[in-house]
C-alpha cells in the first residue's frame, strides 16, 4: 500500500516529486481544543513524555524503532529507510482504520513524531491520499518541549503563590484538591511528578514523570489558570525524578506563605489512609526502608520492617515521622515567615480558614 505513493532517492522520502505537497503544518500555539492530537512515535517514547491530551497511534513499535536506528547508525541511512517503510506499511491499513474513528469527532487531526520527520511525514502523506485531511505538527515533539520550556517561563512570571507549609500528613495535598474544587487555581507540583515528594512518595503511583513530562504538566496547569493567585504546597527542590525549575522556586518564596498544622493522630491517619491503598504498598514501603539508614538506627529500621509485616502501619508511620519527617521539616520552615497559621483536625475546616483569608486579603489584591 504505502509503495503506491513513496519512491526513494538519496535525500528522503518522497511522493512522486515532493511529499510536502501531501500535508499541511500548524505550529503548537495555533492549535485549538477541538484538535485531536496523535502522537505516532513509540510507546516507550509517548510512555516517556508526550503532549498532553495526546493519543498514540505508533508507526513502529518499541523493536521496530531500535532495528531501525541501529541501522541507521552502524550500517546506512538508505538501508533504515527501507525498513522503515517496510515496517510501517504493515501498519497502514490499521492506522487508517483508527483515523477513520476520529474524523467526524474532531475540528482536526494533528500528527506528531519527534521532530516532524520521517514517521509523521509518511503516516501524513499516507492519510491525505486517502481523503483524510490531517495535519503535522511543524517540528514535532521538539518543537512542543522548546515552546513549553520558554512560555513556562512567561506563565511564572505572572504568578503570584500562596504556599501551603506544614509537616506531613496535615492534609496539604487534600486541601489543595478542596481548594481546586471550589474553584481557585492551584498548582499540583506533585501530581506533575507523580510523586508525593518523600522517600516514600512513590509507593502505589507507579513510575514518577520525567523531567520533560513534569514540566508539560506544570505548563498546562498554569495555562488553564485564569487567575494571579494560585495556591501552591510547598515543596523541595526536586520532587522524584524531576527538578522543580528554579524560577518556579524563586517565585514561591516571594509568595505569601501559609502554616498548616493538625493532630499527630489525624496525620498518621491521612497517610496510613493514602499510602495503603495500593496492593503493594506494603512491600514497596519495607523495600523502602533503608533509605532512612541515614537518619534512623538499624535497629530501628528493622522493627519497622516487623511492625509492617504485622500490618501495624500506623505505629511505624507515627515513629517516621516523629523520628525523621518532623525534625527535618521544622528546620526548613524556619527560612519562612508565615501570614497565617491554622490548626485543624478536619479538611473542610481548614479550607474555609484559608477560603476566608483569601477573600479578606488576596482577593481584594487581586481586584
Known sequence: MLNKFINYDNNFIYERGNVESMYQSI????????????????????KESTINGAINIPIFDDDERCEIGTVYVNESKEKAKKIGVKYASNKLPFIYEEMLKYKNQYEKIVLFCARGGMRSTIISGFLNSMGLNVIKLEGGYKSYRNYVINELITLNENKNYIVLHGNTGVGKTEILKNLKNKGYSILDLEGAANHRGSMLGHVGLGNTNNQKQFESNIFHQLQ??????????????????????????????????????????????????????????????????????????????????????????AKVTKELMVKYYDPLYMKSAKRYLFELKIFSQNIEEAVSMIEKEYLNRWHKVEA
Not at 503548537?28 to 517514547?45: A, F, G, H, T
Not at 489558570?225 to 495556591?231: G, L
Not at 541515614?294 to 530501628?300: F, P, Q, R
Open 224 to 313: 488553564e489558570s485564569k487567575d494571579d493567585y494560585i495556591f501552591i504546597e510547598a515543596e523541595s527542590s526536586r520532587i522524584g525524578s524531576a527538578n522543580v525549575p528554579k524560577y518556579i522556586l524563586n517565585k514561591m518564596k516571594e509568595g505569601f506563605h501559609i502554616y498548616v498544622d493538625a493532630p499527630l493522630e489525624f496525620r498518621v491517619n491521612l497517610i496510613v489512609d493514602e499510602y495503603m491503598k495500593a496492593e503493594n504498598a506494603k512491600n514497596e514501603i519495607i523495600e523502602c526502608l533503608t533509605k532512612f539508614s541515614k537518619y534512623i538506627s538499624k535497629e530501628d529500621i528493622e522493627l519497622y520492617r516487623e511492625l509492617l509485616m504485622k500490618d501495624e502501619f
Open 27 to 46: 505550529e503548537y500555539k495555533d492549535i485549538k481544543s477541538n484538535y485531536l492530537i496523535v502522537d505516532v512515535r513509540s510507546p516507550l517514547e509517548y
